[in-house]
Nanobody
Framework: VQLQASGGGLVQTGGSLRLSCAASGRTFSRYAVGWFRQAPGKEREFVAAIGWRVGGTVYQDSVKGRFTISRDNTQNTVYLQMNSLKPEDTAVYYC?????????????????WGQGTQVTVSS
């Protein structure tokens, strides 16, 4: 599986962005996909994940109610809709795929990673 993340950019506080993670592979619908982020000088952290089963989503507490993860298996794409963005959301965002199909919140459980996309939220 190859992953391509896109959709990052510069936005003001309170603004919105939608990230996309496009995947290759015929069995993508069976994979869980997670979003992680890494800010300068900080460790990578979990943001959200979606399992292959309908309704299986997990969020980091700080993004609950603001971010929504979804998937369109017909397009082999997972989305991260980010609303009410804050400066502390500034980071490089990465998507990752897990062949077990379970939306883990640990990066070590993911098999494939895409390149990052920069999200910058200005105050």
């Amino acid at each position: 599986v190859q992953l391509q993340a896109s959709g990052g950019g510069l936005v003001q506080t309170g603004g919105s962005l939608r990230l996309s993670c496009a995947a290759s592979g015929r069995t993508f619908s069976r994979y869980a996909v997670g979003w992680f982020r890494q800010a300068p000088g900080k460790e990578r952290e979990f943001v959200a994940a979606i399992g292959w089963r309908v309704g299986g989503t997990v969020y980091q507490d700080s993004v609950k109610g603001r971010f929504t993860i979804s998937r369109d298996n017909t397009q082999n794409t997972v989305y991260l809709q980010m609303n009410s963005l804050k400066p502390e959301d500034t980071a490089v965002y990465y998507c990752a795929a897990d062949s077990a199909g379970i939306p883990y919140n640990s990066g070590s459980r993911y098999d494939y990673w895409g390149q990052g996309t920069q999200v910058t939220v200005s105050s």
